[in-house]
C-alpha cells in the first residue's frame, strides 16, 4: 500500500515555462515534506522541503506547495532549465518519536525540452 | 565538507555468497539511514542509526540482513547468504538533526548490487 504517490511517471516541459510536479499522501500524520532530484548513477539530490505548519516554502526557482486538507504537495520549477531534466522524488516522514525513515513516491521523470 | 560516500559503487555475487556494503556519513551527522531500491519501485526505508545505536529497523526484510555502526561512524550492510530478490540500489543517508526541525537528509550514490 503506497502512502506517497507521484501519479505521473513522467512529464515533458518546454526550456523557460513552469514545471509542476505533484505528490499525494494517505497517512495523515505525515508532518514534513521534501523533494529530492536525481541524475541516473547519483543519489538523491535534496532540493526543498515544508513542514506541515506552512503552505508554501520558496527557495529561488523551486516553490513547494502543501495543501493539508486535500493531502497533496506540488513542486514548482520556474523557469525551467535543461539542468532541471531529472527524476523527482517526493518524500514524507513522521517528524515525531525518532523514526525518521522516509517515505517515498515512485518518481516523477522530469524532460526538459529546448 | 565531504559528502555521503559508498563502498563499493557495484558488486556482482553469486547466490548464496556474503556481501558487505560500507556507508561513510558526513563528518559530524549523528543520524544515518539504510535504503534500497528494487528495479521499477520506490526507495524504501531499511533502517536508522543515531550514533551507533539502532533507532528503528522496521524496514529490514529479513533477519539475512544485518547493519552495524560501531563506534558511531561508518556503518556496515551486510547481506548473508544473498538471494536473487536483494538486487537493487542500495543508498545511505545522514542528517544532522537540529532540535527545531531540519530533517534534510543527505544521500550517497548508492551501491548496485546484482545477485546472480
Known amino acids: 500500500d503506497q502512502q506517497v504517490k507521484q501519479n505521473s511517471p513522467s512529464l515533458s516541459v518546454q526550456e523557460g515555462r513552469i514545471s509542476i510536479l505533484n505528490c499525494d499522501y494517505t497517512?495523515?500524520?505525515?508532518?514534513?515534506f521534501l523533494w529530492y532530484k536525481k541524475y541516473p548513477a547519483e543519489g538523491p539530490t535534496f532540493l526543498i522541503s515544508?513542514?506541515?505548519?506552512?503552505d508554501k516554502n520558496e527557495d529561488g526557482r523551486f516553490t513547494v506547495f502543501l495543501n493539508k486538507s486535500a493531502k497533496h504537495l506540488s513542486l514548482h520549477i520556474v523557469p525551467s532549465q535543461p539542468g532541471d531534466s531529472a527524476v523527482y522524488f517526493c518524500a514524507a516522514l513522521l517528524s515525531g518519536g525518532g523514526a525518521d525513515g522516509l517515505t517515498f513516491g515512485k518518481g516523477t521523470h522530469l524532460i526538459i525540452q529546448p | 565538507e565531504a559528502g555521503v560516500t559508498q563502498f563499493p559503487s557495484h558488486s556482482v555475487i553469486e547466490k548464496g555468497q556474503t556481501v558487505t556494503l560500507r556507508c561513510d556519513p558526513i563528518?559530524?551527522?549523528?543520524?544515518l539511514y539504510w535504503y534500497r531500491r528494487v528495479m521499477g519501485k520506490e526507495i524504501k526505508f531499511l533502517l536508522h542509526f543515531v550514533k551507533e545505536s539502532k533507532q528503528d529497523e522496521s524496514g529490514m526484510p529479513n533477519n539475512r540482513f544485518l547493519a552495524e555502526r560501531t563506534g558511531g561512524t561508518y556503518s556496515t550492510l551486510k547481506v548473508q547468504p544473498a538471494e536473487l530478490e536483494d538486487s537493487g540500489v542500495y543508498f545511505c543517508?545522514?542528517?544532522?538533526?537540529?532540535?527545531?526541525?531540519?530533517?534534510?537528509?543527505?544521500f550517497g550514490p548508492g551501491t548496485r548490487l546484482t545477485v546472480t
Open positions: 515544508i513542514s506541515s505548519i506552512k
Open positions: 563528518s559530524g551527522h549523528d543520524n
Open positions: 543517508a545522514s542528517s544532522h538533526r537540529a532540535g527545531t526541525g531540519g530533517y534534510e537528509q543527505y
Open positions: 497517512n495523515s500524520m505525515f508532518d514534513y
